[in-house]
């Protein structure tokens, strides 16, 4: 069965920091989707980046950066330079297809706090 | 990008009440609509999976007389939360789905008191 796992539940650090969000994730198909998610206090889900199975390249936004290894199939995710507004819980999902679906496995989140 | 306007955003309701929650998807034609439940601090676990004009298909341990999933067009589902408890309070979350693409709701927070 697939599954996502974000080994670390909370992480704080001073503002301006450099912070790494972990993400492993088991699967048996050889397509599929990665994704990150921002949820703010508020509650929405704020996409932040969707990555395919067969697109190793690493990717940069802004502050935001992804490192994504098949070989240990992980999936994490940089923010250089924290803000206060960073502050959020994070989750990383695997979509896998079923039955003609594709449903979002999400890993159990990090909540991330900058402090100033 | 797409929206998908989930309507209410929270919902207070007596408990043996019954809640129902919108999903509206406003400039694309939702196929598949996916409906996720969220507890306090916790991540978010799938309930059910419908396709336009089809029974919902539900995820084991989902109750789906308790949890009526309507999806009679491309453009609207919506999800009944029946005689609510407040076990049920939960943020709940829906997902249109269009070819390969997908965009989430804001989400509803219910509470049962």
């Known amino acids: 069965a697939q599954k996502v796992t974000q080994a670390q539940t909370e992480i704080s650090v001073v503002e301006k920091e450099d912070v790494t969000l972990d993400c492993v994730y088991e699967?048996?198909?050889?397509?599929?989707?990665l994704f990150w998610y921002k949820q703010p206090p508020s509650g929405e889900l704020v996409f932040l980046i969707r990555?395919?199975?067969?697109?190793?390249q690493n990717e940069i936004s802004g502050r935001y950066s992804w490192n994504f290894q098949k070989s240990t199939s992980s999936f994490n995710f940089t923010i250089t330079a924290s803000q206060v507004v960073d502050s959020a819980v994070y989750f990383c999902?695997?979509?896998?297809?079923?039955?003609?679906?594709?449903?979002?496995?999400f890993g159990q989140g990090t909540r991330l706090t900058i402090n100033p | 990008g797409a929206v998908v306007s989930q309507h209410p955003s929270r919902v207070i309701c007596k408990s043996g009440t019954s809640v129902k929650i919108e999903c509206r998807s406003l400039?694309?034609?939702?196929?598949?609509m996916f409906w996720y439940r969220q507890f306090p601090k916790q991540s978010l676990m799938l309930m059910a999976t419908?396709?336009?004009?089809?029974?919902?298909?539900?995820e084991q341990g989902v109750e789906k007389d308790k949890f009526l999933i309507n999806h009679a067009s491309l453009t609207l589902s919506t999800l009944t939360v029946t005689s609510a408890h407040p076990e049920d309070s939960s943020f709940y979350i829906c997902?249109?789905?269009?070819?390969?693409?997908?965009?989430f709701g804001q989400g509803t927070r219910l509470t049962v008191v």
């Open positions: 419908s396709n336009e004009g089809s029974k919902a298909t539900y």
């Open positions: 999902a695997l979509s896998e297809l079923i039955q003609g679906a594709q449903k979002l496995v």
């Open positions: 400039d694309f034609q939702a196929t598949t």
């Open positions: 990555r395919n199975s067969f697109d190793e």
């Open positions: 997902r249109g789905k269009t070819g390969t693409e997908a965009f």
């Open positions: 699967t048996r198909d050889t397509t599929y989707y």
